[in-house]
Each structure stands twice: as C-alpha cells, then as structure tokens.
C-alpha cells in the first residue's frame, strides 16, 4: 500500500513539473502552439496546420518564423510568414521571382501563384492539384477562367495548361505604394535594402499574402518564435 502511495506522489509531482514546465515555456516564449489561420503560406502551411515556435531558436533566412503584428486600429495578433531578408540584405521581385543578393531563392521553394486556366480544363484538375486552389474568379466569358491560385508544382507535376500571371512593371500596386512610396507590384518589388534589427517576410502563396511587401519590414522586437519542423 505505500509503495501504491509513494508511486501516486511520485506520478502527481510529475506531473506538477510537466504542467510548470509547460506554462513557463508558454509565459517565456520558449515553446509555443499555434494553428495555422490562413492560407497566406499554402502550400508549405495549410489552414489548420498544427505547429510548435521558439524565440530560443535563431531564425536563418527562408525559416518561418511567428512575429506580432498591430493593425491601424493598434490591435495585435501573431501573424507567421517566411522569413526571406535579414539585415543588410538586399532584396527584389524581378517577375515574380524573388532575388536576395542577387541570388534567386525561388528556385529551392514550394510555392503558389496565381494561374489562367481554361474552365473546361479546371473541371477535370485531378484532386492533388486541386486541394490547395484558390477561388477561382471567372470572367464573364463561359469559357475561360480569369484567375486560380495553384501550387507550382502540381501545375508541373500533372503538366496542366495552365499559365501563370505575373504583373507587368509598369503596373503599381496604391497598397504598396503607400508603405514603401515606390511604385512597385506583387511581382516586380525592389531593389530593398533590408534595414538593421528588421526582418523581410513574404508568404508562399505569393498572390495571396498581406507581407512585408504590405505592411513593411518587421522589427526585431515582434519576433515571436521560429516555426519548428517547417520548412
């Protein structure tokens, strides 16, 4: 009967520890549990993806990493994105494509972008390729469909007829032209120099994020914790 005892002490201070453990890494920032709200970084995260952060972790280039970010009204919440430019770095979107250093870092990811497709042939997208769509906008002709967010690699994968859509230089986006005050697009962004103590984020959905090309660089001191396990 006391070694029954001793057993349930021994299993209760356990589990006191575990539960102390648990709250101080969640007080510190050192282990956190997030849900993935958005498909901002479809495909690499999908809504409702489950994950762990840790500001203990040192974010590298092209990590992903969790930051509080404040709306114009001052309310705060935890956005995540890709960590794409660190201090110092010099960035740009020549077509769509994004160049750090003059080094294309595009090529290494798993992203998505918008397309044209035909309907006829967005009626018959095998499942994989289809499970990661964006809504697709029609124009008014019947016979074709305007835009569709699709990953990159299902488009090769299962050689769809599709055609990706990259803004044109000589467009500019008001959006971005009020945070950066340069008259520059989703697709064509930059030359940026990265400032001190900031981080350049973007999104994997490429035409479907609200990043750094959005809301600017993000401070240092809004860094929350580098995603574990996700890459």
């Known amino acids: ?98 160049y750090v250093n003059g080094q294309n870092l595009d090529a290494a990811l798993h992203l998505q972008h918008y397309y044209t497709l035909a309907k006829a042939d967005f009626a018959h997208l095998p499942a994989a390729a289809a499970a990661d769509t964006l809504g697709a906008d029609r124009t008014s002709s019947p016979d074709s469909i305007a835009r569709i967010g699709l990953n990159d690699s299902e488009v090769a994968r299962y050689h769809l007829p599709a055609r990706r859509m990259v803004l044109p230089a000589t467009y500019f986006d008001s959006y971005i032209q009020q945070q950066h005050q340069r008259r520059w697009n989703q697709d064509n962004f930059g030359p940026l120099v990265v400032p001190a103590n900031s981080y350049f984020v973007l999104g994997d959905s490429r035409h479907n994020a609200m990043d750094s090309r959005y809301i600017g660089v993000i401070p240092k001191e809004d860094f929350w914790g580098t995603i574990l396990g996700k890459h």
């Open 1 to 98: 009967m006391r070694a029954v005892l001793f057993s349930l002490i021994g299993f209760g201070g356990l589990l006191i520890l575990l539960l102390a453990g648990w709250v101080t890494a969640r007080l510190t920032g050192a282990l956190q549990y997030y849900t993935t709200p958005s498909p901002a970084n479809v495909p690499t995260l999908r809504v409702g993806d489950n994950f762990f952060t840790s500001n203990l972790v040192q974010p590298k280039r092209l990590d992903f990493i969790a930051y509080q970010h404040r709306d114009q009204a001052g309310q705060s919440s935890v956005w995540m994105h890709r960590l794409c430019g660190l201090p110092g770095d010099t960035l740009e979107m020549r077509r769509g494509l994004l």
